[in-house]
T-cell receptor, first 115, second 113 residues
Framework: EPEVTQTPSHQVTQMGQEVILRCVPISNHLYFYWYRQILGQKVEFLVSFYNNEISEKSEIFDDQFSVERPDGSNFTLKIRSTKLEDSAMYFC?????????????FGDGTRLSIL | KNQVEQSPQSLIILEGKNCTLQCNYTVSPFSNLRWYKQDTGRGPVSLTIMTFSENTKSNGRYTATLDADTKQSSLHITASQLSDSASYICVVSLNQAGTALIFGKGTTLSVSS
């Protein structure tokens, strides 16, 4: 069964540095999402992406964050000037075109640790 | 404030037994409710998606119910297996596109032999 793949599985970065989290969505999917989950807390929506542009974003997704689909397969989340509180698990998800009831398929996440 | 509350926080059951997990939500507007299963160290996997007009939806041994009047949902697991050990997350969507998802904290289920 097709899967959403995320790399790296674990990223350790010094505070203030920039990180890029990578995702390869399922090939025929057209809707893409990023979520984060701080340890012990709920999953939180960050941003959705469709037709090469952001379709919706949460309050968390401020100027520090950006997303890009640089080619036909990758979907990236860039975090600039990382802060300690950016430490979390970041999940990418994708959804097929068509009925909204198509489920979102999640990757296994990237654990980001800011030191 | 939009909130999704789940109970119990954790649950331990014996293999083969049934269990029911609860979800209460105070979300407006409401579009649909989703249940996800999240194994440790893995991403969430969709189990069911229901709109306000659907009362019950099944996926194998998983049966979700929805009462849109009382804003309650439940996930019933029949004949539990060791592989059912996971976190079960209730998620309410404010829109059809699923771009405004409110997640619960999840119920951690442990199935023992």
């Amino acid at each position: 069964e097709p899967e959403v793949t995320q790399t790296p599985s674990h990223q350790v970065t010094q505070m203030g540095q920039e990180v890029i989290l990578r995702c390869v969505p399922i090939s025929n999917h057209l809707y893409f999402y990023w979520y984060r989950q701080i340890l012990g807390q709920k999953v939180e929506f960050l941003v959705s992406f469709y037709n090469n542009e952001i379709s919706e974003k949460s309050e968390i997704f401020d100027d520090q964050f950006s997303v890009e689909r640089p080619d036909g397969s990758n979907f990236t989340l860039k975090i600039r000037s990382t802060k300690l509180e950016d430490s979390a698990m970041y999940f990418c998800a994708s959804r097929a075109q068509g009925l909204w009831s198509q489920p979102q398929h999640f990757g296994d996440g990237t654990r980001l640790s800011i030191l | 404030k939009n909130q999704v509350e789940q109970s119990p926080q954790s649950l331990i059951i014996l293999e083969g037994k049934n269990c029911t997990l609860q979800c209460n939500y105070t979300v407006s507007p409401f579009s649909n409710l989703r249940w996800y299963k999240q194994d440790t160290g893995r991403g969430p996997v969709s189990l069911t998606i229901m709109t306000f007009s659907e009362n019950t939806k099944s996926n194998g041994r998983y049966t979700a119910t929805l009462d849109a009047d009382t804003k309650q949902s439940s996930l019933h697991i029949t004949a539990s297996q060791l592989s059912d050990s996971a976190s079960y997350i209730c998620v309410v969507s404010l829109n059809q596109a699923g771009t405004a998802l409110i997640f619960g904290k999840g119920t951690t289920l442990s199935v023992s032999s």
